[in-house]
């Protein structure tokens, strides 16, 4: 597609429900990463994928966060038991850089709409 | 771990006055990019500064890393109604890996 796709726009969760977030990144893009952004704040690094790899992890916030990249395309971030912290937007990104060599100029990235999830 | 800060948290001005944003690194960075996001949409890639002390201009915006490549700034000269939005600078974790820390942002105001 032309851009980051991300589905749904807005997610309304009650407390303890699992939710299921999907990200479409750019076709060919190699990586594709999650941020949290909670209201009026920057973007929070979750995690990161090379292609099917997640190569890190580390930030997302507890066991209850899971993503994947089975086929190195499409993603899903995957919140079970939400409670009202996890409520924030949810962003994708995709770049075309590749984990292992220098970054170079125009390793931008790429931001789909997000998702915004709203748990009660 | 690294951190990186913005100040000001917010900015009012008058539209045709300046604005000026600051970016700070706990660490030194190989790159710095810098993003704009529109109240209710999502981050838009703006430029991105590899070399030390360079600068880069985009029509009234003009971009800077420091020499010791752990600060930068963004510059908006005569600010117009289009540039209200949060401005965010995001630094790599390190030279090889591709997960960026972005900084609390900066929310700029712009008044008719």
């Known amino acids: 597609g032309a851009g980051v796709s991300q589905s749904p726009r807005y997610k309304v969760a009650k407390r303890g429900q699992d939710v299921a977030l999907r990200c479409d990144p750019i076709?060919?893009?190699?990586?594709l990463f999650w941020y949290q952004q909670a209201l009026g704040q920057g973007p929070e690094f979750l995690t990161y994928f090379q292609n099917e790899a997640q190569l890190d992890k580390s930030g997302l916030p507890s066991d209850r966060f899971f993503a994947e990249r089975p086929e190195g395309s499409v993603s899903t971030l995957k919140i079970q038991r939400t409670q009202q912290e996890d409520s924030a937007v949810y962003l994708c990104?995709?770049?075309?850089?590749?984990?292992?060599?220098?970054?170079?100029?125009?390793?931008?990235?790429?931001f789909g709409s997000g998702t915004q999830l709203s748990v009660l | 771990g690294q951190q990186v800060m913005q100040i000001p948290q917010y900015q009012h001005v008058q539209e045709g006055e300046d604005f000026t944003t600051y970016c700070n690194s706990s660490t030194t960075l190989s790159n710095i990019q810098w993003y704009k996001q529109r109240p209710g949409g999502h981050p838009v890639f703006l430029i991105q500064?590899?070399?030390?002390?360079e600068v880069k201009k985009q029509k009234r915006l003009t971009f800077q890393f420091g020499e010791a490549k752990k600060n930068s700034s963004l510059h908006i000269t005569a600010t117009q109604t289009t540039d209200v939005g949060t401005y965010f600078c995001?630094?790599?974790?390190?030279?090889?890996?591709?997960?960026?820390?972005f900084g609390p942002g900066t929310r700029l105001s712009v008044l008719p």
């Open positions: 500064l590899v070399k030390s002390g």
């Open positions: 990104a995709s770049s075309q850089s590749r984990q292992g060599r220098l970054l170079t100029a125009n390793e931008k990235l790429f």
């Open positions: 995001a630094g790599p974790l390190d030279n090889y890996g591709q997960n960026f820390v």
């Open positions: 076709s060919g893009h190699v990586s």
